[in-house]
């Protein structure tokens, strides 16, 4: 089997951890694998399965020697300046960063949903915002049956969306200690209030979820609206979802549509207090769906509510998904 030179770029952050260690579980063919990260981590160690591997500082010169496929997670502004570098230099970059989702040039993926938008990608490959994989990892089996005519989108998201910072303020918070990364406390408490505020009153989080579901459901006209919230849980994000169709639908059709869905599971038996919780999908790779039920205030609706691990599914996992969609086509 073909065997590929691998890299990772902000392999020391949160994600960047989680990105080696499911290359490693998934076994994807690696010759030589690279961990870079700011010049603060040069010479440091890093895991990839049994082995340490020493990082680089990320540099002009990084992408010098042949590497076919780097997966970027080390902030928008470094994304930005690298991810051109590395694809001028023949890389194929997956950019887990807010810095190329939008762009015209660059596919924005989730492999349950859009798998076949790798193929027109000139270097970069966009890899949604952790929210917005979730949400669309569920819809898009609705949608192509009922055909969605509205969203509206409640996030209960974890503190480990925010990177470590927001992962130590939260584990530090409850020893008393004041936020660094967040603007208010959040041990005990809840900030509706993700990446920062737009002139007319959404957060930059609200509107990515709006914007790249569009973009990957292929339908700039769908109509979507947005409250991000930030939730004292360590990992997984939840996610209420009111959605209206166009058609109108059958309950348990809909419900065993989702069952046969790829990467979704269904956990919904109110009676057995069965649903979907954070604290159970963190580690897992599915998409867990629950609390399925009509909408009594429109004519053709569901509320639904959506759980999956941020760093698996919401980043590393689906970064992986698409590398292996990428090897397959090579
Ligand atoms: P470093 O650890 O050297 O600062 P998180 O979001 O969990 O905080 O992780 C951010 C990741 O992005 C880290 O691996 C961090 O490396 C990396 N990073 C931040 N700034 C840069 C940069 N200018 N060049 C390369 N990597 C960077």
Not at 244 to 268: A, H, M, T, Y
Not at 289 to 313: F, P
Request: proline share 5%.
């Amino acid at each position: 089997m073909k065997k590929f030179n691998v890299a990772v770029a902000g392999a020391t952050g949160m994600v960047g951890r989680k990105m080696l260690e499911v290359l490693h579980e998934r076994n994807f063919p690696v010759n030589n694998i690279y961990a870079f990260a700011s010049y603060r981590s040069a010479g440091n160690k890093i895991k990839y399965g049994d082995k340490e591997l020493t990082v680089e500082e990320l540099t002009e010169r990084s992408f010098d020697r042949k590497i076919d496929i780097a997966l970027f997670s080390a902030g928008a502004s470094t994304s930005l300046k690298f991810a051109p570098i590395a694809a001028r230099k023949g890389t194929i970059v997956i950019d887990n960063s807010s810095a190329w989702r939008m762009d015209k040039l660059a596919p924005l993926v989730v492999p349950e949903v859009n798998p076949e938008d790798v193929k027109w990608n000139k270097g970069i490959i966009a890899n949604p915002n952790c929210s917005t994989i979730q949400a669309v990892v569920a819809l898009k089996p609705l949608n192509d049956k009922y055909k969605i005519k509205r969203i509206v989108y409640s996030t209960y998201q974890s503190v480990s969306g925010a990177g470590m910072g927001g992962y130590m303020d939260l584990e530090n918070g409850y020893k008393g200690e004041p936020p660094k990364k967040f603007v208010h406390p959040i041990a005990g408490n809840c900030l509706p209030h993700i990446d920062s505020f737009l002139p007319d009153g959404y957060t930059k989080e609200e509107m990515k979820m709006v914007n790249e579901t569009r973009k990957i459901l292929h339908d700039e006209s769908l109509r979507i609206t947005a409250t991000t919230v930030r939730v004292p849980v360590f990992y997984s994000h939840s996610e209420s979802i009111n959605v209206e169709f166009e058609k109108d639908f059958d309950i348990d059709e809909l419900r065993d549509l989702l069952s046969n869905s790829p990467g979704v599971v269904v956990q919904d038996d109110p009676e057995k207090n069965e649903y979907p919780m954070p604290i159970y999908a963190a580690g897992k790779d599915e998409v867990f769906v629950g609390r399925i039920r009509r909408d009594n205030s429109v004519n053709s609706g569901i509320n639904i509510w959506v759980v999956a691990d941020n760093i698996r599914k919401g980043a590393a996992t689906n970064a992986v998904q698409i590398a292996e969609i990428l090897i397959k086509n090579k």
